[in-house]
T-cell receptor
Framework: AQSVAQPEDQVNVAEGNPLTVKCTYS??????LFWYVQYPNRGLQFLLK??????LVKGSYGFEAEFNKSQTSFHLKKPSALVSDSALYFC??????????FGPGTRLSVLP | DADVTQTPRNRITKTGKRIMLECSQT?????MYWYRQDPGLGLRLIYY???????NKGEISDGYSVSRQAQAKFSLSLESAIPNQTALYFC?????????????FGPGTRLLVL
């Protein structure tokens, strides 16, 4: 069965510093990986995805993620964090049944 | 988010009551989903529907039922609510079968069962 782990419940970073939100996955075949963000009182919003091709994927709001097959990871990154990036971030993998399996989420706090 | 709407946004009910959560979409998508979100557990799939005549159980369907009234409408019912069904419920849609197809989420319904 497919699964996703986000090892950190909470990540704190100072504004202007780089941020990383970690994700590791387990799948039987080719991984199809996604990052979503949830702002307070809002539904999840799509940030970026990896399907195939270049291991570095760029997405919305200056975020990017690096697919690493040998480490089965898909970490979310941003070179310079903003206070407005503070939110709950979910990594997800798509399984053979074409349904999503979500990680438990990581709360990012960017401190001014 | 405005393309996928959920009603009500907040609901308080008592144990044993039947309640219905509704989802509507204007994206023209065939596929619709119901998830629940609990702290530390992420989103878990309750039911999903690939078209009006297709309903499938997800990971945690016990205690829930659904109805796909039309392409644009997908309702979730709790036949006899219990306190551990207190959660944030999300409806989502997607267009098709491509593995890269993303899901679009509604704003959520916060349910409290007393």
């Amino acid at each position: 069965a497919q699964s996703v782990a986000q090892p950190e419940d909470q990540v704190n970073v100072a504004e202007g510093n780089p941020l990383t939100v970690k994700c590791t996955y387990s799948v039987s075949g080719n991984p199809y990986l996604f990052w979503y963000v949830q702002y307070p009182n809002r539904g999840l919003q799509f940030l970026l995805k990896y399907i195939t091709g270049d291991n570095l994927v760029k997405g919305s709001y200056g975020f990017e993620a690096e697919f690493n097959k040998s480490q089965t990871s898909f970490h979310l990154k941003k070179p310079s964090a903003l206070v407005s990036d503070s939110a709950l971030y979910f990594c997800a993998v798509r399984d053979y049944g074409q349904n999503f399996v979500f990680g438990p989420g990581t709360r990012l706090s960017v401190l001014p | 988010d405005a393309d996928v709407t959920q009603t009500p946004r907040n609901r308080i009910t008592k144990t044993g009551k039947r309640i219905m959560l509704e989802c509507s979409q204007t994206k023209g998508h065939d596929r619709m989903y119901w998830y629940r979100q609990d702290p530390g557990l992420g989103l878990r799939l309750i039911y999903y529907s690939f078209d009006v005549k297709d309903i499938n159980k997800g990971e945690i369907s016990d205690g829930y039922s659904v109805s796909r009234q039309a392409q644009a409408k997908f309702s979730l019912s709790l036949e006899s609510a219990i306190p551990n069904q207190t959660a944030l419920y999300f409806c989502a849609t997607s267009a098709g079968t491509h593995v890269g197809e993303t899901q679009y989420f509604g704003p959520g319904t916060r349910l409290l069962v007393l």
